[in-house]
């Protein structure tokens, strides 16, 4: 599997335009975190300050063309789930050391040995470790990229529901009102580092999570939010980057901590055995048909869970771009522990230029929002809305365009912003009746924070919170709900360490 979402797209043309020459850390960037048991996690500014190593290994690929059968319908999602026993009182104790501590295994010699030759390269190589200078040189390999060719075939016929009544929404007039004042930020610092080895929450000890991204979060109910994820890998995922072979596209975990000035303490996480983290939302897994699936965001109303995502189709080979089939809306009756991907509440990516690809709901008084973008990180944002029963309903959804709300069968949205955005978080703090939306901007290389007083703006414009100059391989930016007026927090990914991160900004 090849993914290249992390790195902001922005960062890589600077890196580009500048000859490989790397500006040195900000002053007072952190140093790698260390948990309560003294295990020493990634450190996100890391690459800050280092130049370009010469690569030991070139990777020369070239595209295999390969023939792969899929069937349709999608096969029924595997939703055995296994409750979490409790965690051990003392929080550096391993929980499962017989599936996360594995005893090394003996060599032939008898001795125990931690390296292991891997699997031979199925290319050929050529080339030298060593220069005549005694200079360490690449050496360059040949190696084939499958490139699946997705062919459909019939599978097991899957009775549908009920499609929802069609209904046709008035058209009503909401101009934007004028950008209150922007928001004023302080100082922000990296709280904890939340997943992989060295974390706060020992999640590859707990739950196989090693290396995962994104960490949104929404309140279930109160006292509780929950955590969703995107592609995590297990015990032989190695940095940088995704990888490894226990892949699973999304995983969900639960946490009551009201503290978050020392971290946050995942309390639990939707198991499918013993100290192993389940897939909710299923994906196939094919490059060129369904690559993976990816949550985007979650709000509840009442009993039942919601969480948007994106059905992504394959990674682009420029870093930062991606190519979705759809967005769309899974629902959990269970708190969580299983999901329906809704099979009318798609919008389908048309042309690669369909909105709501990579969206971020919000309900809000009568009405749940979704603001969303085009698949990748170069889209404009766009908001529609629906009545709170009608979530599921595309029919019932309105999208605002050039000063009204108009059914979406009739016009196609207006952007509500003059930038482009990725992944989007968007909030609404009640207590001040302000709208708070934090985004990547790939182009000033930062994460930023705009507010507005209503959902369609004017939005005030974009503040920075942390910079790719301190962070240079930083994404995401979603807001904890439990952020007040005056902390803002928010996890922040990091590709090459691909792992999750709590920042905290000071609002004044």
């Known amino acids: 599997m ?11 043309l600077l890196l580009a335009a500048a000859s490989f020459t790397v500006a040195p850390p900000a002053s007072g960037a952190p140093s790698a975190p260390v948990n309560q048991c003294g295990e020493t996690g990634f450190d996100p500014s890391s690459a800050a300050g280092a130049g370009p190593a010469l690569p030991g290994n070139v990777d ?22 296994v409750a979490q026993d409790p965690l051990p009182a003392d929080p550096c104790t391993d929980p499962c050391p017989d599936l996360t501590d594995p005893t090394p295994e003996p060599d032939e010699s008898g001795s125990s040995g931690s390296e292991s030759s891997g699997p031979s390269s199925s290319g050929s190589s050529f080339g030298s470790s060593l220069g005549s200078d005694g200079s360490s040189v690449p050496r360059f390999s040949i190696t084939p990229d499958i490139e699946p060719i997705p062919i459909p075939i019939p599978g097991p016929p899957q009775e549908l529901p009920p499609a929802p009544e069609p209904t046709s929404p008035p058209v009503e007039t909401a101009p934007q009102a004028d950008a209150p004042s922007a928001p004023q930020v302080g100082s922000t610092r990296l709280v904890a580092q939340l997943t992989g080895p060295g974390s706060v929450n020992r999640t590859d000890k707990r739950w196989q999570v090693n290396g995962t991204d994104l960490g949104i979060t929404w309140e279930t109910k109160p006292g509780q939010v929950a955590i969703a994820f995107g592609d995590t890998f297990g015990s032989d995922w190695t940095p940088p980057g995704a990888n490894g072979e226990d892949w699973r596209s999304n995983v969900l975990g639960y946490s009551t901590d009201r503290d978050l000035s020392d971290g946050l303490t995942i309390d639990s996480m939707v198991q499918d055995s013993r100290c192993h983290a389940a897939e909710l939302l299923s994906s196939r897994k094919i490059k060129n048909w369904e690559t993976t699936t990816i949550p985007t965001s979650g709000f509840a109303l009442g009993d039942r869970q919601y969480m948007s995502y994106m059905s992504v189709r394959r990674w682009s080979i420029v870093p930062g771009l991606w190519y979705t089939n759809h967005g769309g809306i899974a629902y959990s009756d269970d708190n969580g522990a299983t999901w ?6 798609r919008w389908e990516n048309i042309f690669g230029l369909g909105n709501f690809q990579v969206a971020s ?3 809000a008084g009568d009405h749940v929002y979704m603001f969303g973008t085009p ?3 170069l889209g404009t944002v ?5 009545p709170k029963d009608q979530v599921l309903n595309k029919s019932a959804y309105q999208y605002w365009a050039d000063g009204e709300w108009t059914p979406v069968a009739e016009r196609w949205p207006s952007p509500i912003l003059h930038d482009t955005a990725a992944e989007l978080s968007v909030r609404y703090d009640a207590t001040r009746g302000i ?6 901007d790939t182009v000033a290389g930062a994460i930023v924070l705009r507010e507005a007083t209503s959902p369609q703006g004017e939005w005030t414009k974009g503040v920075p919170l942390v910079r790719s100059g301190d962070y240079p391989a930083m994404y995401g930016g979603f807001i904890h709900p439990w952020s007040t007026d005056d902390d803002l927090y928010f996890t922040m990914s990091e590709w090459d360490s691909y792992n999750v991160y709590l920042m905290h900004t000071t609002l004044r």
């Open 361 to 363: 709901m919000v309900p």
């Open 435 to 440: 709208w708070q939306m934090s985004y990547l």
């Open 375 to 377: 698949n990748g990180r």
């Open 382 to 386: 766009a908001v529609a809305r629906a």
């Open 340 to 345: 329906t991907k809704d099979p009318y509440a």
């Open 2 to 12: 090849h993914r290249s979402i992390g790195a902001p797209l922005g960062t890589l």
């Open 60 to 81: 020369i690929r070239y595209p295999w063309p390969q023939i792969v059968t899929v069937t349709v319908p999608d096969p029924e999602p595997d939703q055995t789930r």
